[in-house]
């Protein structure tokens, strides 16, 4: 039987489970979903057909984007870089596997060149007399697919403007601009005792490059193209350096006379066809 202070205890344990439900309910208000969708502020079947074309409409723009921004690149690689560089040796040794005697080249030579699993690119190797060489980069860079730039080690020190001066040439034509293909600087003759490293000869072309963007900057037309004006590389205002271009820019050395130092041309080459 229950005395006083049991009958105190069952009134007080009744008042604190009343008070707990007045909480639960004031936490968890019922919510009727009928009600709120069919209110004027939930969403009718007007809204969301609007909300359906937005999204369809943002889609179809974000897809037209894409199709037009794609890179309209061709199959052609072009081999370029001072006259001597070894590019004709080059190019014969990738695709004949043998060294062979070169002379100036005056015309591009254009070779196909076979990447495991059907794919290829066209390898033009472009004369590097200064005559002739800008006309020839025109008439490809549009739809270059990669830009190989054959440096002589061994004499870039003493030919540092005209190699910088083609560079520029070819980096700020308007259609290399704008496509960034990637570019693959082969540090050649290797070989040869004098010849500089690639780490150097970065060095010695962000800093003339810097100085013949600023001169060729002065200058309305591209001096080496067919007059379409030059195209400022780099950020202004700052020295220039590779990291700067969008193009993926890797530089490489070898020899064009010994087939085992070409391996980063390759795979190079295998990565942009
Ligand atoms: N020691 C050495 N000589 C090389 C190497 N590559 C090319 N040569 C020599 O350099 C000279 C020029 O080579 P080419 O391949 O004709 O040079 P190029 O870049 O085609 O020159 P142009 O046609 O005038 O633009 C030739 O006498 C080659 O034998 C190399 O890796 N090492
Ligand atoms: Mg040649």
Request: hydrophobic share 40%.
């Amino acid at each position: 039987m229950a005395g006083p202070g049991g009958e105190k205890l069952a009134s007080k344990v009744a008042e604190k489970v009343a008070e707990f439900k007045e909480m639960k309910e004031a936490r968890v208000p019922n919510v009727d979903f009928e009600e709120v969708l069919s209110s004027p502020s939930g969403m009718g079947s007007n809204e969301l057909g609007l909300v359906v074309g937005v999204v369809v409409g943002l889609l179809t723009l974000l897809l037209l984007w894409w199709w037009t921004s794609r890179k309209s690149l061709g199959r052609v690689v072009l081999v370029c870089g001072s006259s001597d560089g070894g590019k004709t040796s080059l190019l014969a040794q990738l695709v004949s596997g043998k060294p062979v005697e070169t002379v100036t080249s005056l015309i591009e030579n254009r070779h196909p060149w076979q990447v495991e699993g059907g794919r290829s690119v066209d390898l033009v190797d472009v004369p590097g007399s200064e005559r002739i060489r800008g006309a020839i980069v025109d008439k490809y860079s549009s739809g270059a697919r990669g830009i190989l730039f054959v440096v002589d080690s061994a004499t870039v020190a003493k030919q540092v403007r005209d190699v910088a001066e083609f560079l520029h040439s070819i980096l700020s034509s308007p259609s290399v601009a704008a496509n960034s293909p990637p570019l693959m600087v082969l540090c050649n003759k290797q070989d040869v005792a004098v010849a500089k490293s690639s780490q150097v000869i970065k060095g010695l072309l962000e800093k003339e490059l810097d100085k013949v963007r600023v001169s060729r900057g002065s200058q309305l037309d591209n001096l080496e193209g067919s007059g379409q004006e030059a195209v400022y590389i780099g950020k202004e205002g700052r020295a220039f350096d590779f990291s700067q271009l969008r193009s993926r820019v890797e530089f490489c050395e070898g020899s064009s006379q010994d087939p085992s130092t070409l391996g980063p041309v390759t795979s190079w080459l295998e990565g942009v066809a």
